[in-house]
């Protein structure tokens, strides 16, 4: 465990054997193709970005017009925008080198996070584990292999940017500038990064045990700041119609959910192996389920009072997993409820509890093994990792990993057989929309996609027919019309 500990505790060397197990994990996201998923309208197709052409910086930056926004993707987000334009302009349409890029973001945002995790936990092994965990965890491929995901990992990069900039200067207790901009620029990567400084507000009070009040001016600056870009993209998105339905019909069905959906994201954490790009909504109901989910969120919260005293660090860290996911929590009624590329922020708090409680164990000389079983776990992140960027290089194969995943999620069979149809394989995606007849048969979207495919093979008379032919020969008939 020494030896260990030695060649991880330098500077170079732990940032080096971090990137390069980063890079040897990730670096199947790196292929000539892109998922059609959001991608085609926003990068390859897109008229203001995909041109390269550097005098559209003013649409990005100034033209507010509703053409312009909703070919950006109904968001102001200029940095963003402005990133994937250079990034069009240096490679064109090669999309292995902007998939390349999206790694390099990444990557430099975990360097950055290790950099963090060694300034609350120390230089120590328990501060590059925890910074490993994060890196290497396979619920972050959305937001890797996703060219339409680069806001993610950009923003990230920025945001962890403010942080390091806002602990460097918490020492001199100063009001840092660099901070401020990198928050601003996160911001305007993607704007669930907002909640930045709630996190370093915690960072304050739980690590450096500072009343907000003892630097008022310092909070008020950020407050403001924040006030001022909330209001802009709130405007733009309600002018944009950005937000969804409401998915709950009571403040107490509201809470069910997202604790269900608390529950959901920390069992992905843990245990990574149904990842998808869809899940089935919350109902909120009373059941094993909800019970569960009150309960473990009650003990994290009793855990994080019960820590703030003698490890702070923990308490920062479920801290920041809540706060993280506040604005992508079922009250703003977005248009998915529950996303792996909504846990990127989330997951970073998760991790730091993990490394305080590496630490807290470090000190115990009676357990030497837990160094070989948390290397153990890094590998087998890495592991799952590699084989989670491989759905990742088509339509068929992601939309397919989907439907093995989560089953019971209509839109991930449609997705499939979608993707199947489109790839010129109808008969198969026939197979799998009859295969799951059973259980999504009485639903209009399963009837609309199967006549779409029919229609495509120029079979009119099944794609016109109401009833869908089993193969023991019975029929299913679609729902009525309202």
């Known amino acids: 465990m020494r030896a260990i500990e030695a060649a991880l505790t330098p500077p170079v060397r732990s940032y080096g054997v971090l990137v390069l197990l980063g890079t040897l994990a990730w670096m199947g996201v790196i292929h000539d193709g892109y998922v059609s998923y959001d991608t085609g309208w926003l990068w390859d197709q897109n008229p203001v970005l995909s041109s390269g052409d550097l005098g559209r910086l003013g649409d990005i930056w100034t033209n507010f017009s509703i053409d312009t926004r909703l070919a950006l993707g109904a968001e102001y987000l200029p940095v963003r925008d402005t990133n994937t334009l250079l990034d069009f302009l240096l490679f064109g349409k090669d999309w292995r080198l902007h998939h390349a890029a999206n790694l390099a973001w990444y990557l430099a945002g975990c360097a950055l996070f290790l950099s963090i995790c060694r300034k609350l936990l120390g230089a120590g092994l328990p501060a590059w584990l925890a910074a490993s965990w994060f890196t290497l965890h396979p619920v972050h491929t959305e937001n890797?292999?996703?060219?339409?995901g680069r806001k993610?990992?950009?923003?990230?990069?920025?945001?962890?940017?403010?942080?390091?900039?806002?602990?460097?200067?918490?020492?001199d207790s100063r009001l840092n500038l660099p901070a401020l901009l990198f928050f601003i620029l996160a911001v305007w990567s993607k704007n669930t990064y907002i909640v930045l400084p709630a996190i370093l507000l915690m960072c304050d009070g739980l690590v450096y045990r500072q009343h907000p009040w003892a630097r008022k001016m310092h909070w008020l600056t950020w407050a403001a700041l924040t006030a001022t870009l909330v209001a802009l993209s709130t405007q733009l998105g309600k002018a944009m119609h950005l937000f969804g339905e409401q998915h709950y019909t009571g403040i107490v069905q509201g809470m069910a959910m997202q604790c269900q959906l608390w529950l959901r994201d920390l069992a992905h954490m843990a245990w990574p192996m149904d990842l998808a790009m869809t899940y089935p909504v919350p109902s909120g109901a009373l059941g094993p389920w909800l019970v569960g989910?009150?309960?473990t969120l009650t003990v994290l919260l009793v855990w994080a009072i019960k820590a703030r005293a003698t490890a702070p660090v923990i308490s920062l860290g479920i801290a920041t997993f809540i706060i993280a996911s506040l604005p992508t929590s079922v009250f703003i009624s977005l248009?998915?409820?529950?996303?792996?590329?909504?846990l990127l922020l989330p997951s970073a708090g998760i991790a730091l509890c993990l490394g305080a409680l590496l630490k807290t164990a470090w000190s115990d000389a009676r357990m030497p093994w837990l160094t070989g079983v948390s290397l153990l776990a890094v590998c087998t992140l890495g592991t799952l990792s590699a084989q989670q960027t491989q759905h990742w290089r088509s339509?068929?194969?992601?939309?397919?990993?989907?439907?093995?995943?989560?089953?019971?999620v209509l839109r991930n069979v449609l997705q499939h057989a979608k993707a199947l149809n489109n790839a010129g394989e109808s008969k198969r995606a026939l197979e799998v929309l009859q295969s799951t007849a059973d259980r999504f048969g009485k639903q209009a979207r399963f009837f609309q996609v199967r006549g779409t495919i029919h229609m495509k093979t120029n079979d009119i008379t099944r794609a016109s027919s109401p009833n869908l032919q089993e193969p023991d020969g019975s029929v299913v008939t679609p729902p009525p019309k309202n």
Not at 144 to 148: D, N, R, Y
Not at 395 to 408: E, F, I, K, N
Request: with cysteine; hydrophobic share 60%; charged share 15%.
């Open 144 to 148: 890797i292999a996703w060219l339409a």
């Open 152 to 171: 993610d990992v950009l923003g990230l990069t920025l945001a962890l940017a403010a942080w390091r900039c806002w602990l460097q200067a918490r020492e």
């Open 293 to 295: 989910a009150i309960g």
């Open 335 to 342: 248009q998915n409820v529950a996303a792996d590329r909504y």
């Open 395 to 408: 339509d068929v194969s992601l939309w397919a990993a989907s439907a093995r995943a989560q089953p019971s």
